[in-house]
Nanobody
Framework: QVQLVESGGGLVQAGGSLRLSCAAS????????MGWFRQAPGKEREFVAS????????SYADSVKGRFAISRDGAKNTVYLRMNSLKLEDTAVYYC????????????WGQGTQVTVAS
């Protein structure tokens, strides 16, 4: 089992920046990939970004490419999401997720952290 705890959400003005953190604990040695997802009110959860733990290879949704950056700190078992040039449409609950190499989908999820972008 892997436990994930997000932090860093909050209220920010449009154009501003935030950095989300996701601390992993438990059987973190089995982690293959970690990602960030978000869910806005009335919408389905959507992929934001992911990072392969061993290689650092990253992937982004088109909507955040060039504005968001995902990174990891292996020593702290923590993944970050740096969000710049925030837009109103970035408002959502952001979830951290992790999967092992054996899992076809993300099997571990955090509780979520609210990000609200105001005009």
């Amino acid at each position: 089992q892997v436990q994930l705890v997000e932090s860093g959400g909050g209220l920010v003005q449009a154009g501003g920046s935030l950095r989300l953190s996701c601390a992993a604990s438990g059987r973190t040695s089995s982690t293959y990939k970690m990602g960030w997802f978000r869910q806005a009110p009335g919408k389905e959860r959507e992929f934001v970004a992911s990072i392969t733990w061993s290689s650092g290879s990253t992937s982004y949704a088109d909507s955040v490419k060039g504005r968001f950056a995902i990174s990891r700190d292996g020593a702290k078992n923590t993944v970050y999401l740096r969000m710049n040039s925030l837009k109103l449409e970035d408002t959502a609950v952001y979830y951290c997720a992790a999967r092992t190499q054996l899992q076809l989908q993300y099997g571990y999820w955090g509780q979520g952290t609210q990000v609200t972008v105001a005009s």
